[in-house]
């Protein structure tokens, strides 16, 4: 009865709830779960059947299959591991690849196996996941490109202003220069900027 209770205003689920031993009182395993559920006792671990631990997964970030279930927060932060991993790939063309946040949630087999092909034709895959809709965003605030960033040193392009209302340049330090950009995410619609 307590779990049912419980659940009903938000707590333990009777699946979850501290398991009676052997030769524990019911008082004490009552008491044990009035802690849990007041926050005053750290819950057992996991035992057989119980729900796993939960992974947050953030909206944008990148992954490779050498750090499973590691989200690397920015394109910096994810090619210093890289280099330091491979250190082969110093010289290696770096290649954008735009991913549905859900299949690397889903993990799908694709991802690795596209990233293991880059890196057997000596590519350096920039694997950076999206929720799918804001893939131009990405492009724009994390990742730049040879050409622009030798257009901007010529002053044929203003570094970190708009030249259309669909491609903003950032440039910021941060952003990686890469030779190409795969997606898999969506359609690419045209870009003014490539006329």
Do not use: N
């Not at 671990?45 to 299959?65: C, D, I, N, Y």
């Amino acid at each position: 009865m307590f779990c049912t209770l419980a659940s009903d205003f938000g707590g333990l689920e009777a699946e979850f709830a501290p398991a009676p031993q052997k030769d524990t009182p019911f008082w004490e395993t009552l008491l044990k779960a009035f802690k849990q559920l007041l926050g005053l006792e750290e819950p057992e671990q996991a035992q057989e059947g119980s729900a796993p631990a939960v992974v947050e997964v953030p909206q944008r970030g990148l992954v490779h299959p050498d750090r499973p279930g590691y989200y690397f927060e920015s394109p910096r932060e994810y090619l210093a591991w890289y280099r330091q991993h491979k250190p082969e790939s110093k010289d290696w063309p770096t290649v954008g690849v735009l991913l549905y946040r859900k299949h690397v949630i889903s993990e799908l087999a694709y991802i690795p196996e596209l990233t293991r092909h880059m890196e057997d034709q000596k590519l350096t895959p920039l694997p950076l996941f999206i929720t799918g809709v804001d893939g131009h965003i990405a492009v724009r605030d994390s990742l730049t490109s040879p050409f622009e960033t030798e257009a901007v040193k010529r002053g044929d392009m203003p570094g970190q202003a708009p030249l259309c209302p669909s491609c903003a340049l950032s440039l910021a330090g941060h952003a990686p220069s890469v030779s190409r950009i795969l997606s898999l995410s969506a359609h690419r619609a045209p870009c003014p900027r490539e006329d």
